[in-house]
Nanobody, 123 residues
Framework: QVQLVESGGGLVQAGGSLRLSCAAS????????KAWFRQAPGKERESVAA????????YYADSVKGRFTISRDNSKNTVYLQMNSLKPEDTAVYYC????????????????WGQGTQVTVSS
């Protein structure tokens, strides 16, 4: 089993930045694809960004391209999401997920999930 713990969420003003972290434990996840999803109140969970096991391939939702950066440190079993130029519409609970397959945008493709961290962007 893999346990994922997110951190770094909080309240920030529009235009500000936050860096989310997701640490894995239980087993090494260096060979897993890692991703960030988010879910705003009343909306479906959506894919935000994903990164291949090697870090060479990344995916970003159109809504965050140019503002968010996903990265990973396999030596620390951790994935990060640097979020810059935050907007009120980025407000959501952010979840990290890991999966054995290649990068996918569907949540059901991922095997393990964190508990989520709240990001609130005020206008």
């Amino acid at each position: 089993q893999v346990q994922l713990v997110e951190s770094g969420g909080g309240l920030v003003q529009a235009g500000g930045s936050l860096r989310l972290s997701c640490a894995a434990s239980g087993r090494t996840t260096s060979s897993y694809t890692k991703a960030w999803f988010r879910q705003a109140p009343g909306k479906e969970r959506e894919s935000v960004a994903a990164i291949s096991w090697s870090g060479v391939t990344t995916y970003y939702a159109d809504s965050v391209k140019g503002r968010f950066t996903i990265s990973r440190d396999n030596s620390k079993n951790t994935v990060y999401l640097q979020m810059n130029s935050l907007k009120p519409e980025d407000t959501a609970v952010y979840y990290c997920a890991v999966g054995r397959g290649p990068i996918r945008q569907n949540s059901f493709e991922y095997d393990y999930w964190g508990q989520g961290t709240q990001v609130t962007v005020s206008s």
